[in-house]
Nanobody, 121 residues
Framework: VQLQAFGGGLVQAGGSLRVSCVAS????????MGWFRQAPGDEREFVAA????????YYANSVKGRFTISRDNARNTAYLQMNSLKPEDTAVYYC???????????????WGQGTQVTVSS
């Protein structure tokens, strides 16, 4: 499966942004989807994940209550709605697909190219 993330941009602290991830192929619905982020000089870290049919979700503690992951299997698209954004949320955001619902970066086989999110103070 090929993934393409888009929707990043510049937003003020306290604002909202939604990033999307479009997948090619008819197997999208069989994969769990995850969002990760990477700030300059930092490792890529887990943000959120959703199971193949949206039954279960996981969130990093740092985004819990502010971010919401969702998916639309009919559109082969996963979303990350980000509210109450903080400057420390600034990073490149990557979507990824895995056979497992997991927070482990190494369990994700397919990755999108990333989209930049910048939160100004």
């Amino acid at each position: 499966v090929q993934l393409q993330a888009f929707g990043g941009g510049l937003v003020q602290a306290g604002g909202s942004l939604r990033v999307s991830c479009v997948a090619s192929g008819r197997t999208f619905r069989t994969y769990a989807m995850g969002w990760f982020r990477q700030a300059p000089g930092d490792e890529r870290e887990f943000v959120a994940a959703i199971s193949s049919i949206s039954v279960s979700t996981y969130y990093a503690n740092s985004v819990k209550g502010r971010f919401t992951i969702s998916r639309d299997n009919a559109r082969n698209t996963a979303y990350l709605q980000m509210n109450s954004l903080k400057p420390e949320d600034t990073a490149v955001y990557y979507c990824a697909a895995s056979e497992l619902l997991t927070m482990r970066r190494d369990d994700y086989r397919y990755w999108g190219q990333g989209t930049q999110v910048t939160v100004s103070s």
